[in-house]
């Protein structure tokens, strides 16, 4: 995985060029934030959950978001059905479980989708992760307070238990396929002062994994992309408000010149 940051820079045009349809299944809170940050990636979103549509919907995309942050179970129907078709037609999946561990809902539907589909990339916090392989986590409602686990070792773990691309973000970004790591320290604080920043990054995640089907490459280089343009937006922002229009000019305005000078993405082990 040589000269990695240029490759992501080049997944980044790819991206743009193919205008990927990204089908999400997904979160009601952050549905509008989710759907900008996937046309600012220059790839087009669609929000599809009814089960009488989602099978025709996903034959006709590049890529599956299924994101369980406000879940009833007929929605996990639905993701259940998209999933299998996306299976079907070798279109990635790209699960977020928002909220795994804080109760017997989202933890046993996570691991159901990852247990009978074949799941491209799990981008979920640590303490996520961690549920999901039976570690112990702090979490209260969607809000993680952590693990006490390495977070480089929970990602392989779950890479290998679940047989995917584990994107486990942090303050420090691993990606890994239990094989490969790579670490990305793209990012900024303010990104933790407005709501689905963790669903945002999903989603320029499955623009990405729309191009590219080295699963590691793509997510790495979404995480570092959306991290740098979370650096730029916070450069002019005065607050959160600010802060959230400047990250969708940042992340639309990038260019693949800003991309290789101001990515920090590390394979540390191949």
């Not at 303050?171 to 900024?188: F, Q, W």
């Not at 979404?222 to 730029?232: D, K, P």
């Not at 959160?240 to 000078?261: K, S, V």
Request: charged letters at 20%; proline letters at 3%.
């Amino acid at each position: 995985m040589t000269d990695i940051k240029g490759k992501a820079a080049k997944l980044m045009l790819e991206v743009r060029a193919a205008k990927p349809l990204v089908h999400h299944i997904t979160n009601f809170v952050v549905m509008n934030e989710t759907a900008n940050i996937t046309l600012c990636t220059g790839a087009r979103p669609v929000m599809a959950h009814a089960k009488e549509e989602v099978e025709e919907m996903v034959s006709a995309a590049d890529a599956l978001v299924l994101n369980i942050g406000t879940l009833w179970p007929e929605q996990v129907d639905a993701m259940r059905l998209a999933a299998h078709r996306a299976n079907e037609c070798a279109v990635p999946i790209i699960l977020d479980p928002v909220g795994a561990g804080a109760t017997r809902l989202r933890t046993e539907s996570a691991r159901r989708l990852l247990g009978e589909f074949s799941i491209a990339i799990a981008r979920g916090n640590r303490a996520e992760i961690a549920v999901l392989i039976g570690c112990e986590a702090n979490i209260r409602g969607v809000d993680s307070n952590g693990t006490a686990e390495d977070p480089t070792k929970l990602a392989m773990k779950f890479a290998r238990q679940y047989g995917c691309t584990a994107a486990v973000t942090g303050p420090v970004d691993i990606v890994t396929d239990g094989t490969c790591v790579v670490r990305v320290a793209n990012g900024h604080p303010f990104m933790n002062s407005i709501t689905g920043t963790g669903c945002m990054a999903t989603s320029v995640v499955a623009a990405y994994a729309a191009v590219e089907k080295d699963f590691v490459s793509a997510s790495a280089a979404a995480l570092s992309a959306f991290g740098l343009a979370g650096e730029i937006a916070a450069r002019t922002a005065h607050g959160p408000g600010t802060f959230h229009t400047n990250l969708y000019d940042a992340l639309a305005g990038l260019t693949e010149d800003a991309f290789r000078a101001g990515a920090r993405i590390e394979v540390t082990n191949q």
